[in-house]
C-alpha cells in the first residue's frame, strides 16, 4: 500500500540554528502533502499545506519565515525550521494521498521528534 | 467551519470488555469522518472512515464506528478490547474545499487493563 516516510525520525540542534525534516510519499506522486505539529500529550495541528511547485499555504497563526516548506518534486516536500529554539521542539508529521478524490485515505509518516537545545 | 470534539480525555476498560471512543462533529455540507490511531512515538495509522452509505462502518483491528447523523456523533467501538488497542486515538473530519486537509479531535487516551 501507500506508504509515506519522514526523515529524520528523531533530530536533536542547538537553538539558533536550523534544522529540515523531509517527507516523501515512496510509491506514488503527490501535488499537494501537509505538515502538522504535535505538543506533547495534545492534538495533531495543521501548519501547512505544501504544494507542489509553487508556495505553501500556512494557516493562521503559523509563521512563514520560521517554518520554510520546500515541494520541489511530487513526492518530496521538506520542512526546516529556521533560527530554532527551544519552544520549537515538538512531533512533526506529514501526510500525503495518491489523489484528491473524496473517498481516498490519507496516509501519515511515521512523525519526526525534534529537540532543540 | 469543520471541527470534531473528543470530549473524553481519557477512557479505561478492562480487556474483553466493550469500548467507546466518543467523537462529536460539525460541519457545513457532508461529513466525511475519520478514526485514526497512534502509537507511542509514532504516527498515525488509519482505522476507518465514513464518506457515505451505511452509519455503520468497519475498520481495520475489529473497530468499528456509528455514524449518527441526528447527534452529530462518530463514536469508534469495539465489542471486545485488547490490552495491545491502548493508544491514542483522533477522529478527524475533512475539510470540504480540500479533502486531503484534516481537523481533529484533541484525541482520546484509550488504556485497556488486563
Known sequence: ?????????????????SVKIECRSLD???TTMFWYRQFPKQSLMLMATSNEGSKATYEQGVEKDKFLINHASLTLSTLTVTSAHPEDSSFYICSASPDHRVGNTIYFGEGSWLTVV | AQSVAQPEDQVNVAEGNPLTV??????????????YVQYPNRGLQFLLKYITGDNLVKGSYGFEAEFNKSQTSFHLKKPSALVSDSALYFCAVRDIANFNKFYFGSGTKLNVKP
Not at chain 1, 7 to 16: E, F, L, R, T, Y
Open chain 1, 1 to 17: 500500500g501507500a506508504v509515506v516516510s519522514q526523515h529524520p525520525s528523531w533530530v536533536i540542534c542547538k537553538s539558533g540554528t
Open chain 1, 28 to 30: 506514488f506522486q503527490a
Open chain 2, 22 to 35: 466518543k467523537c462529536t462533529y460539525s460541519v457545513s455540507g457532508n461529513p466525511y469522518l475519520f478514526w
